[in-house]
């Protein structure tokens, strides 16, 4: 049973929100479908990278943010540092590219408006990325980049990531709350956009979402998870969160498009994590694909993702720490 919240569909649940699209988007989405869908599957490879992170430098800068190259815990990165950020709170920023492709400087101006969204600064670690560098050199990266973090005196981290960050980011919070007191207590919140959770490509949206989704195959994703993975079994919890033990996570919320053949992905990671007890949300945007919130200041939903991103994490940094 659902009811009409806001315009939002919302589960009686509650642990799930459907959000309709407007008038305006689905044409803007027609409009942007018609550029797309014909290269659907083709960026292949490291020869992607270029095209990859072109696209990303599309996202409109936000404003009042200026940028700061930077070394965190051995790893090189970017800082996004908005005007007035709060001290000692900063969100930990996974980029995306399926492990393959992608930068700090490509995606600086996305994390750009997350930080402001957020009122804290965002830093974007430039991790390691497949052929080159097959895993476990991402995760091992990420979590030096976090533990750098507590050595730079930050008390309140909130770790966010998108597409293959989104795996990677929550591959993250399930190492620290595993761990040591310290590095769990700084750990406030997650936020995962459209998340790879599950590396061995299983779901039923990868069928009931072939089409819609203009962007990506299942062989295409076949072949650059195989380059990430170098052999390592794709049901392994350290490579998909989906096997994770999620007992004793920080608060997440998980916003993915409707048609993406990612969606299920999401859908059953946030299942299993209700099942545990965590506090989790899942957010789905009709009509809209993989990477929608890229388009904020071009689409209503890219910016009311980016206003309930903002609120969830401010009210996770201002909350009191909780020992997990």
Same mark, same amino acid.
């Given at each position: 049973?659902?009811?009409?919240?806001?315009?939002?569909?919302?589960? %009686?649940?509650?642990?799930s929100?459907?959000?309709?699209?407007?008038?305006?988007?689905?044409?803007?989405? &027609?409009?942007?479908?018609?550029?797309?869908?014909?290269?659907?599957?083709?960026?292949?490879?490291?020869?992607a990278?270029?095209?990859?992170?072109?696209?990303?430098?599309?996202v409109? =800068?936000?404003?009042?943010?200026?940028y700061?190259?930077?070394t965190?815990?051995?790893?090189?990165?970017?800082?996004?540092?908005?005007e007035?950020?709060?001290p000692?709170?900063?969100?930990?920023?996974?980029?995306?590219?399926?492990?393959?492709?992608?930068? =700090?400087?490509?995606f600086?101006?996305?994390?750009?408006?997350?930080?402001?969204?957020?009122?804290?600064?965002?830093?974007?670690?430039?991790?390691?990325?497949a052929?080159?560098?097959?895993?476990?050199?991402?995760?091992?990266?990420?979590?030096?980049?976090?533990?750098?973090?507590?050595?730079?005196?930050?008390?309140?981290?909130?770790?966010?990531?998108? *597409? =293959?960050?989104?795996?990677? &980011?929550?591959?993250?919070?399930?190492?620290?709350?595993?761990?040591?007191?310290?590095?769990?207590?700084?750990?406030?919140?997650?936020?995962?956009?459209?998340?790879?959770?599950?590396? *061995?490509?299983?779901?039923? *949206?990868?069928?009931?979402?072939?089409?819609v989704?203009?962007?990506?195959?299942?062989?295409?994703? %076949?072949?650059?998870?195989?380059?990430?993975?170098?052999?390592?079994?794709?049901?392994?919890?350290?490579? *998909?969160?989906?096997?994770?033990?999620?007992?004793?996570?920080?608060?997440?919320?998980v916003?993915?498009?409707?048609?993406?053949?990612?969606?299920?992905?999401?859908?059953?990671?946030?299942?299993? =994590?209700?099942?545990v007890?965590v506090?989790?949300?899942?957010?789905?945007?009709?009509?809209?694909?993989?990477?929608?919130?890229?388009?904020?200041?071009?689409?209503?939903?890219?910016?009311?993702?980016?206003?309930?991103?903002?609120?969830?994490?401010?009210?996770?940094?201002?909350?009191? %720490?909780?020992?997990?």
């Amino acid at each position: 049973m659902q009811t009409q919240i806001l315009g939002s569909s919302v589960t %009686a649940d509650t642990w799930s929100v459907f959000h309709p699209i407007t008038a305006e988007d689905a044409t803007a989405m &027609a409009v942007m479908r018609a550029i797309v869908e014909p290269n659907k599957g083709r960026m292949q490879g490291t020869a992607a990278r270029v095209r990859f992170d072109a696209i990303m430098e599309r996202v409109t =800068a936000p404003e009042g943010v200026t940028y700061e190259a930077d070394t965190v815990g051995g790893v090189s990165g970017l800082w996004c540092k908005p005007e007035d950020a709060r001290p000692g709170e900063v969100v930990l920023h996974i980029h995306g590219g399926w492990f393959n492709w992608g930068s =700090a400087q490509a995606f600086r101006h996305l994390v750009g408006h997350i930080a402001v969204s957020a009122g804290v600064q965002a830093f974007v670690p430039e991790y390691r990325l497949a052929p080159e560098h097959p895993f476990p050199a991402a995760p091992e990266d990420i979590r030096a980049s976090y533990l750098g973090l507590i050595e730079r005196g930050f008390s309140k981290i909130a770790v966010t990531g998108d *597409s =293959a960050g989104g795996n990677l &980011a929550l591959g993250l919070i399930a190492f620290v709350s595993a761990g040591t007191t310290s590095a769990k207590s700084a750990l406030v919140a997650s936020v995962a956009l459209s998340p790879v959770t599950d590396l *061995s490509l299983s779901g039923e *949206s990868w069928t009931t979402r072939a089409a819609v989704d203009p962007y990506f195959t299942r062989p295409q994703a %076949a072949k650059l998870v195989r380059s990430y993975l170098a052999g390592h079994d794709a049901t392994d919890p350290f490579v *998909s969160p989906l096997h994770i033990n999620l007992a004793g996570l920080p608060p997440i919320r998980v916003h993915v498009g409707d048609d993406e053949v990612l969606l299920d992905n999401s859908v059953r990671f946030v299942e299993r =994590a209700i099942a545990v007890g965590v506090d989790v949300r899942l957010d789905v945007w009709k009509g809209m694909v993989h990477g929608f919130l890229g388009s904020v200041g071009r689409l209503a939903a890219s910016e009311e993702a980016l206003r309930l991103i903002g609120e969830f994490l401010i009210e996770r940094f201002a909350a009191p %720490a909780v020992q997990r």
